[in-house]
C-alpha cells in the first residue's frame, strides 16, 4: 500500500525529531520510506499561544500494515520520542499522522482517513504536492 504521512514537530530539535521519526518508521516491518518533502516552518494553529513554530514535511511510504495497525505504530514512535502532553493543537516534539491509505476511505474511533484536516491546513497540503 501506498501512504502519505503528515510529520510535524515544533519542540526540541525539530529537525532532528523529523528526521529520528523518519529513521524508525524506516525500520518498521514490511515498511520502506520513499520520498521526502523539504521542511517548512509555520507558526501554530489553534492550540495555546505563545507556542514555538513548526516544522512540518510529507512523507510517502510503502508498508504492509494495515492502517490501525500502522496507527498504533506511529503512536508509539511519538512516545518513543518523548511526546507527551496530550493537548489538542499544543505543543509536541513529534506529531504523525496518516493522510492518505492508498485510496482508502477509512471512518473509524480512532482513524479517520483521508486525514480530515489535511485540506484546510496548507503546512500540510504544501509539502504533500511537492511529493504526490
Ligand atoms: P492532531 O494530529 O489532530 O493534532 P493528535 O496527534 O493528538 O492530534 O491525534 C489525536 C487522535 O487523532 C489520535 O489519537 C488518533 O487516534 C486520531 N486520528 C484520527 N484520524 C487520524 C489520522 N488520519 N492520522 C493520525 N491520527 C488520527
Ligand atoms: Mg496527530
Given at each position: 500500500m501506498i501512504v502519505y504521512l503528515g510529520v510535524g514537530s515544533n519542540l526540541g530539535n525539530r529537525k532532528n525529531n523529523i528526521e529520528e521519526g523518519i529513521r524508525k518508521i524506516n525500520r518498521?516491518?514490511?515498511?520502506?520510506?520513499l520520498k521526502q518533502s523539504s521542511f517548512i516552518q509555520t507558526d501554530p494553529e489553534?492550540?495555546?499561544?505563545?507556542q514555538p513554530k513548526f516544522l512540518n514535511a510529507a512523507l510517502k511510504i510503502s508498508t504492509n500494515l494495515s492502517a490501525l495497525k500502522l496507527l498504533k505504530r506511529l503512536k508509539k514512535i511519538e512516545k518513543e520520542l518523548g511526546r507527551t502532553k496530550a493537548i489538542r493543537n499544543g505543543p509536541r516534539t513529534i506529531d504523525l499522522d496518516i493522510?492518505?491509505?492508498?485510496?482508502r476511505m477509512i471512518r473509524s474511533k480512532e482513524l479517520i482517513v483521508p486525514h480530515?484536516?489535511?485540506?484546510?491546513?496548507d503546512f500540510v497540503i504544501k509539502p504533500l504536492a511537492e511529493i504526490i
Open positions: 518498521l516491518k514490511n515498511t520502506k520510506v489553534g492550540g495555546p499561544g505563545g493522510l492518505l491509505y492508498g485510496d480530515p484536516r489535511m485540506f484546510d491546513r
